[in-house]
């Protein structure tokens, strides 16, 4: 029988958190996790070498009592990561895993110690929320999914169990708004500014779209609506020529269209 990852301690005094994957949701749970008192080492799949404000790492420190993984664009970077996890860490020790571009289950396939993964809704300005999307693989016993429950608790979050699935519950339903978004900027419909507007008035929503896919990185929805239309394999998950534009390119579309360059 598997361990149970019930026996991983997380105690705030002094427990380390090992958090690795791509920037910006580095920084966000390294910030949350060093303001509830954990002891918190981290390591970029970017470059970040001048970056001085968290402990950084290369090797999982020993005594790590969970760990995150937090890479949604390049899977082939977060399966290593994942595996050097796996090997690094006692088998009691948990990982917690973005599960918005790739299923935990097919990640825990990746990891000897399948039992230790589990899924959560990662994207970047979502850590400021009260609510976090977890989700257990086909292999996670109750006594992780518990420890995972517990961490994301005293970080002030309460989890919220959900299917196991690609994009999960709101990166899904956000994600294809700011697409649907793209493809009437791109056929001149709208400006930014108007669709946002529309979309807070209209649905009393927070955020606009355009609003939404700057606070989240247009990178980031872009591969959740590439992972979405891989895995379903429905148009709907189509993204619209202009995301992707903006996603090469880096740069945001700043311009009424109907006043051209």
Known sequence: MAPSASKTSIA????????????????????????????????????????????????VPAGTSIAL????T?????????????KALPPTAAIISSSVTVSASEQATWIIHRHRLAGCC???????GTVIEVAPTVYTPVETM????????????HCEFVEDRVGMVLPRVVCQIINEACFALQEGVSTP??????MKLGVNYPRGPIEW??????????????????????????????????ALTGEWWNRNPREGS
């Open 213 to 246: 896919a700057e606070a989240i990185g247009i990178r980031q929805v872009e591969a959740v609506l590439r992972a979405l239309e891989r895995d379903l394999g429905e148009d709907r998950y189509r993204v619209a020529p202009l995301l992707h534009q903006m």
């Open 146 to 157: 518990e420890v995972v429950r517990r961490f994301f608790t005293s970080l002030g979050k």
């Open 69 to 72: 993984e937090l890479t949604n």
């Open 193 to 198: 500014a108007e669709l946002d507007t529309a």
């Open 12 to 59: 705030r005094e002094k427990a380390i958190v090992y958090i690795t994957g791509e920037s910006p949701l580095v920084e966000e749970y390294a910030a949350l996790g060093s303001a509830h008192g954990y002891d918190v080492v981290v390591q970029w799949n970017e470059d970040r070498k001048r970056d001085k404000e968290y402990r950084r790492s290369a090797i």
């Open 122 to 128: 990662a994207l970047p300005s979502f850590s400021a």
């Open 74 to 86: 390049d899977l082939e970077r977060k399966k290593r990561n994942l595996q050097k996890l796996d």
